[in-house]
């Protein structure tokens, strides 16, 4: 069984910053994707960034150029780095732990974006 915990959403102006952590725990395996995905109101859920065990990063294209992934594998912690945020960004972000086998989920957290 694996634990996601996130942490860093809130509330803030456009053009500026957040910092989402979402830390693991549990039975971990050493090969793994971590990433971050996030559902607006009446939307489906949708990826943001991911990052593999080895540091390949993968970003949609909706926030190339503003959001950063970074992994700590010793922590078992993924964060992301948001920047220039927009209204649109808007969402509630959830953490994803991903192997061949099974993903593993956040409970999510909110994200408001204020124009």
């Known amino acids: 069984q694996v634990h996601l915990v996130e942490s860093g959403g809130g509330l803030v102006q456009a053009g500026g910053s957040l910092r989402l952590s979402c830390a693991a725990s549990?039975?971990?395996?050493?090969?793994?994707?971590m990433g971050w995905y996030r559902q607006a109101p009446g939307k489906q859920r949708d990826l943001v960034a991911i990052i593999t065990s080895g540091g390949r990063t993968y970003y949609a294209d909706s926030v190339k150029g503003r959001f950063t992934i970074s992994r700590d594998n010793a922590k078992n912690t993924v964060s992301l780095q948001m920047d220039s945020l927009k209204p649109e960004d808007t969402a509630v972000y959830f953490c994803v732990l991903e192997t061949n086998r099974r993903a593993d989920w956040g409970q999510g957290t909110q994200v408001t974006v204020s124009s």
């Open positions: 549990g039975s971990i395996s050493s090969i793994n994707t």
